[in-house]
Nanobody, 125 residues
Framework: QVQLVESGGGLVQTGGSLRLSCATS????????????VDWYRQPPGGQRDLVAR???????NYADSVKGRFTVSRDGTKNTVDLQMNNLKPEDTAVYYC???????????????WGQGTQVTVSS
């Protein structure tokens, strides 16, 4: 069983930056870098979980309109992580951020997917 672990959350002032990382847990043989698609979602207090950023095949990136130009998703081959660099943070970015990874496992297109437990990001005004 693959477990995803997020890190890097915390409290920051408006305009500040945080870098979140997502990795597979120790003892997991499959690196996060082997997944076809890795997403960052977020869920604000009382809100729904929405897609924030996606990296596909380690190359193609997509972002929610609300974070374009401020957030960057990337892979780090040295650390074996997928990171979310968040700049110019706003109070409305406050949420629990979740890592989600999926991989196609056969020619019929069956997929496996995993979620992390989430990391809290709080942006104070």
């Amino acid at each position: 069983q693959v477990q995803l672990v997020e890190s890097g959350g915390g409290l920051v002032q408006t305009g500040g930056s945080l870098r979140l990382s997502c990795a597979t847990s120790r003892g997991t043989s499959r690196s996060i870098l082997r997944f076809d698609v890795v997403d960052w979602y977020r869920q604000p207090p009382g809100g729904q979980r929405d897609l924030v950023a996606r990296i596909t095949d380690g190359i193609t990136t997509n972002y929610a309109d609300s974070v374009k130009g401020r957030f960057t998703v990337s892979r780090d081959g040295t650390k074996n992580t997928v990171d979310l660099q968040m700049n110019n943070l706003k109070p409305e970015d406050t949420a629990v951020y979740y890592c989600h990874a999926q991989k196609t496992v056969n020619v019929e297109g069956a997929k496996v997917e995993y979620w992390g437990q989430g990391t809290q990001v709080t942006v104070s005004s």
